[in-house]
């Protein structure tokens, strides 16, 4: 959970990600930070993440997006 | 639809750029994001550079200049076209059509047929497909296919979801029957329920531009600014539009044509950025090296002319000598889907024009 929030916190340092109960709905995050996050997370945990699981739903909070990564085949 | 076209071959590819080379770093201060932000996405969509026309380019201006090389360089002859087919989503007018002015501009006879069509980044396979039908008809002659678009011009400047990415280019395309060649498995799709994923809201008759239209807004309050006569696209819808339907148009596709991923030699897709071509590739388990996806940090995407584009650049000298079982697929506005497979090779020629423009 720390590591994700640190990637968090370095792509959009503006922003306190605890604060938050869905990082879409309160602009957290966009569309193009949804990718940037993407690319970090294949290379921090070693894995692919499908095209099809990049959609809003998996990036709303931590625990969405450990979700995501653990059915992709990941430890997290 | 799904059909096979029977001894119909290309036999040329030009692309056609303009002469001015935008980088990536000199726009960034133009968006209304973090800078760091911003450059993080220069690796991971490939924004390095792209190319755009200047203020006084029209689209034609890189299709005459490129069959003016053409004919120049006698790689084709006034007497062989039939047809000449141009794809295009920004037309120099709308009144008269861009073939009529190529025609008129390159002096060509009056029993050359000229056809416009109006689509986006799906253009190339639609270009084909309607040069193909020609070619039915014309004997011994041979279709001219332009694919050109100037985006640059209909894309906010500070629009950082598009501008980036938007690449003006001419890919000009020699097709003509040829009874020894293989047969072309072709497959296109439409779902225009999903139409305004990609729009241009003004400027045509639902909606006339004025002045009223060309105010720059934050119309999503997304922190890009762009006018109602500005291109809009929903780049979440687009790309689970892109590997929800790609990928089983690549898989039916190549069933039609009773061939595998294994035997094709090159999967030659639209360019609408280095991560989406990845993550099509991973979703069709294939090797990167068999998908090229450097259109984009080269030249920007060139809408329909980025295919013809990505043949010149990665096989232009290959395809001279060799050929290639190759799978084609473009995808964009409409929305519009399509692959095809298709021999290429022995190609009269596959080179890169730098215009004046």
Known sequence: MDKILGILTELRPEFDYTQSN?????????????????????????????????????????????NMIRKNGAEV | MKTVFKKKKITGILGVLPATEVSFEDEVSNYNFPEKQTMRLKKIMGFEKHRVVKDTTASSDLCV???????????IDKGEIGAIVVVTTTPDHFIPHVSNI?????????????????????????????S????????????????????????????????????DAAGITVVENDPNARDIHFNMYNDGGRR???????????LPSSAETAVMRDLDQDGNLRSLDNL???????????????????????????????????????QPNKFMLKKLAEKLEVPYEKVPMNVVENF??????????????NLGSLVMDNQYNCCLAAFGSGLAWGAMTIELGRMDFCEMLISDY
């Open chain 1, 22 to 66: 869905d990082f879409i709905a309160d602009g957290l995050l966009d569309s193009f930070d949804m990718i940037s996050l993407v690319s970090e997370l294949e290379e921090k945990f070693n894995v692919t993440i499908d095209a099809l699981d990049i959609v809003p739903e998996n990036f709303g909070g931590v625990e969405a997006i450990v």
């Open chain 2, 65 to 75: 200049a490129g069959l003016n090389h053409l004919l120049e360089k006698k790689l």
């Open chain 2, 102 to 130: 190529i025609h008129g501009n390159c002096d060509l006879s009056n029993d050359v047929i000229c056809m416009d069509l109006n689509q986006g980044c799906a253009g190339f396979l639609q270009g084909l497909m309607q």
């Open chain 2, 132 to 167: 193909f039908m020609l070619l039915e008809h014309l004997g011994n002659k041979k279709v001219v296919l332009f694919n050109v678009d100037t985006l640059s011009k209909k894309v906010s400047k500070q629009d950082r979801n598009s501008y980036p990415l938007i690449g």
């Open chain 2, 196 to 206: 305004e994923a990609l729009i241009i809201p003004a400027g045509g008759s639902r």
């Open chain 2, 232 to 270: 809009k696209m929903d780049g979440s819808e687009v790309f689970t539009f892109v590997q929800t339907e790609v990928p089983p148009l690549i898989e039916e596709t190549l069933k039609l044509a009773d061939q595998d991923k294994e035997h094709i030699d090159w999967f030659l897709f639209h």
């Open chain 2, 300 to 313: 920007g995407n060139p809408s329909g002319s980025s295919i013809p584009i990505d043949i010149v650049h």
